[in-house]
């Protein structure tokens, strides 16, 4: 009898075998960690729309009148609170002034203290939210575990920033393996549709591999974006690699000069004077970020970041001003001057913040980046489930009887032995 020769499949390369390797193991000791830096990610895009769709009582219409001063914001939190010192003012058109104040001990924004909603025209208090020392709200809750996974932070910031460097790797790995061979009809469908009728191994495997690619791009920009802010040695290189060979300065934090406390100003003075400089300058802003000087510590600054434009940070401008002569502190490098002034890899790391959550193309772009950090999120699980069918299907089915062990068409030998009737 005749038997068809069988077919040797041919064995892959040694770098082949390497990239399979990597991307699994890497796989699967960050999956976890992919997961919920994605899913946190994806959360917390819409966090402004969100809150501001379950807070319809800080929408506020805009009128074509001066907002209240920070000394009036200043007076009130030390009416209703004598125990606390204003932290912050968040002004954003539209929207009541977000007014953060702590007490001794608490945290801010991290955890405790206490929120005022005000109305930017009348200065009255739209609500109040009050919270012990470590409780935040939830999309603070979102963006602890996105930076450094509710975990203490010396320890959980290592984790994530590592984890994404992997990520990267992952994806560029996952990338050669998803590499077709041969390009022809057959691999074209696996490798650009997803197959919905067939079983839930191959929806599955499609999932992971048609998904990953179309979001793999998007992703990449997401994660060296991110990167920037936790790998100190990445950011470097990545500005210097951008720039041409320019060293990123390093952001220096000014003091007041405490000898002239009270010879020129009053605080409530400093702080509107210093307001009135800024709001002068850039009239037409969209939102205003201001840091109230603690007037128990002379050395402290009064900070006012300016954004231009809504939704997006880019273009944003910061200054610092004593809190006793209102000396404006000039910032070097890329951050102390106007963004149309800086140099194109200037204007790229300023851009990094908008890149990273979508931003920089306005609310089409965050709802992008929501799509592709979801489908991020289910790359982990989709692997997973793909690794387990392999490795523990299989070991299972070779336990089994050895009829069922026979291969696909091929008689065993009981069958072989008994007559057909």
């Known amino acids: 009898m005749n038997s068809k020769p069988v077919k040797k499949k041919s064995k892959d390369s040694l770098f082949t075998r390497v990239n399979k390797w990597l991307h699994l193991w890497l ?10 830096v994605c899913l946190t990610g994806c959360i917390w895009v819409f966090n402004e729309e969100v809150t501001s769709l379950l807070e319809p009582e800080t929408n506020v219409v805009r009128q074509n009148r001066p907002v209240i001063m920070p000394s009036r914001l200043y007076e009130t939190a030390a009416k209703l609170y004598p125990d606390k010192t204003p932290a912050y003012a968040q002004y954003q058109q539209g929207r009541a002034i977000t007014l953060n104040l702590k007490g001794a001990g608490e945290q801010g924004r991290r955890g405790g203290g206490t929120t005022l909603k005000i109305n930017p025209y009348t200065g009255q208090v739209v609500s109040v939210t009050e919270r012990k020392k470590g409780e935040v709200d939830f999309f603070r809750l979102m963006l602890n575990g996105h930076r450094f996974l509710w975990l203490p932070p010396a320890i959980g910031r290592p984790i994530v920033n590592y984890g994404t460097l992997v990520f990267v790797v992952l994806l560029i790995t996952g990338l050669i393996w998803w590499y077709p061979k041969k390009w022809n009809k057959s691999t074209r469908d696996k490798s650009f549709r997803i197959k919905w009728g067939a079983s839930f191994k191959r ?11 179309y979001a793999l791009i998007f992703l990449l920009f997401i994660a060296l974006t991110g990167m ?8 470097k290189g990545l500005y210097w690699v951008t720039t041409g060979g320019a060293t990123l300065s390093e952001f220096k934090r000014f003091e007041s000069d405490s000898l002239q406390a009270g010879r020129h100003y009053t605080p409530q003075q400093a702080m509107d004077l210093a307001w009135q400089k800024v709001i002068t300058r850039h009239p037409e802003s969209e939102g205003f970020y201001y ?34 002569t209102l000396q404006e502190f000039k910032q070097k490098g890329i951050y102390g001057e106007a ?79 008994e007559p057909v009737i």
């Open 291 to 324: 840091t109230f000087p603690d007037t128990s510590k002379a050395s402290l600054t009064i900070g006012v970041t300016v954004y231009p434009s809504k939704g997006q940070f880019y273009n944003n401008r910061s200054y610092t001003f004593d809190q006793h």
């Open 27 to 36: 796989g699967l000791a960050s999956g976890v960690i992919v997961l919920i």
């Open 339 to 417: 963004y149309e002034k800086a140099s194109a890899g200037g204007k790229l790391r300023r851009m990094n913040y908008d890149i990273h959550v979508g931003s920089i193309l306005g609310f089409p772009g965050k709802v992008l980046a929501f799509l592709v950090t979801l489908i991020g999120a289910s790359l982990p699980v989709t692997g997973f489930l793909i690794w387990y069918g392999r490795k523990f299907k299989k070991k299972k089915s070779e336990k089994g009887p050895p009829a069922q062990r026979s291969a696909q068409g091929r008689p065993t030998a009981k069958q072989v032995a």
């Open 203 to 213: 929806v599955n495997l499609d999932l992971h591999n048609v998904l990953g690619f």
């Open 228 to 235: 920037v802010y936790g790998i100190s040695w990445y950011s």
